[in-house]
């Protein structure tokens, strides 16, 4: 009787179906995902719905869908803008994506691309797919009913103002040129929130001749209440529903980069949001690819130079960790990776994407499982 005791508990746990206990464990995902061959457009981002085994990629004029082996599920085609990066909201089922259309040299490469004239206006969005709504391959962005876009005011508006730098006049305040990465996540010191948020960040060109560009500026949507806006996406008449401001607005200082933040991911597992971008070419900055913004820590009052002003903002810290530069006191990592896909999975792993080209010329893929490590000379490490 007493062997049979203790014999009792392992045979229940084996009992139990074996979905329920090792399904959704970040640990059992496949430790790589190939895209597929996607044409002439470079990827921009990943996201994972672990729940129903399912994968989204961006490459710029579209959104694809494929299972944990990389084979297609459907796609959402004919976007003539520029289709960003993503994150998956697993308690609606929706992808949340950046989607935006300009006339500066990414909207002028874009177009010439595609082999299409360019759209009637600047307009800057979120784009909000159902993602059970795609179920085959080359779904019209427009015909179907399986997204609608948000437009942001804020964006636009700083896109299209202009601004003295000394005695000169420029475009795009803070050096705005859209938007790209964007993360769901509670508030900026409260990791613990029950309640995510949407976070948008800027994609702010690489002047070296400007002095208001070294900063990120990330912009806080409350999406609650987003189904008044949502709009049927028609890019011959771009629709101007959206939130009249965003409920915060912040400045992170990382020195400059190439477009920003190209991809914005929050981490659950450490509290944190992550940011990879390109290199900056400012010398007297480190010019750091990955920056990790402390989650723990609450936005503070801070003076930031801009249209030959003083003016003072909400700012987010960078975390005390990875390499510090000593003149500036930036703090970030070196990584390859991460600027085309940087999705959290839980228990501090991640899938990174390494994007390249076929041996046909066409654009791909593949999402590798690593693990953070926060190492000031290997961030992330290959899980296998």
Known sequence: MKNLSLLLPLFLLLSLPMCQVHKNSPANLPGSI?????????VQSSAVDQENEVVYFSFTDKLIKTDL???????????????????????????????????????????????????????????????????????????????????????????????????????????CSGIDGLALAP?????????????????VYGDTTRYDNDNQVILKYDIQNWEQYGGVLSQNNLHESGPEKPMGKYFVRTGNTRYGIQNLAYDSHTGNLFAAVYRGAKSQFPNFSLFVIDGHKEPVMSEIQSDNKTIEVKTLSLLDA??????????????????????????????????????DGQQISTLYKYRWTGDENEAFVRTE
């Open 34 to 42: 190939f895209s597929g061959k996607q044409g002439k457009l470079h």
């Open 69 to 175: 082996n990389g084979n297609l599920i459907g796609s959402v085609t004919g976007f003539v803008g520029h289709l960003g990066d993503m994150d998956f909201d697993p308690e609606s089922g929706k992808i949340y994506a950046s989607l935006e259309f300009k006339d500066d040299a990414i909207g002028k490469g874009i177009t010439k691309t595609l082999g299409v004239e360019r759209v009637s206006k600047d307009g800057f969005y979120i784009a909000i797919f159902d993602g059970s709504r795609i179920t085959e391959p080359d779904m019209d962005a427009e015909k179907e009913d399986l997204l609608k876009t948000v437009y942001l005011k804020e964006v636009v508006e700083d896109y299209q103002a202009s601004v003295k730098m000394g005695d000169k006049e420029m475009k795009h305040r803070y050096a």
């Open 187 to 203: 508030s900026m010191g409260n990791p613990n929130e029950g309640k995510k948020y949407l976070y948008v960040a800027y994609g």
């Open 322 to 359: 990875g390499l510090r530069d000593e003149a500036t006191g930036i703090r970030g990592w070196n990584f390859k990776w991460g600027a085309t896909g940087l999705e959290p999975l839980g228990d501090g792993l991640f899938y990174i994407s390494h994007n390249g080209k076929s041996d």
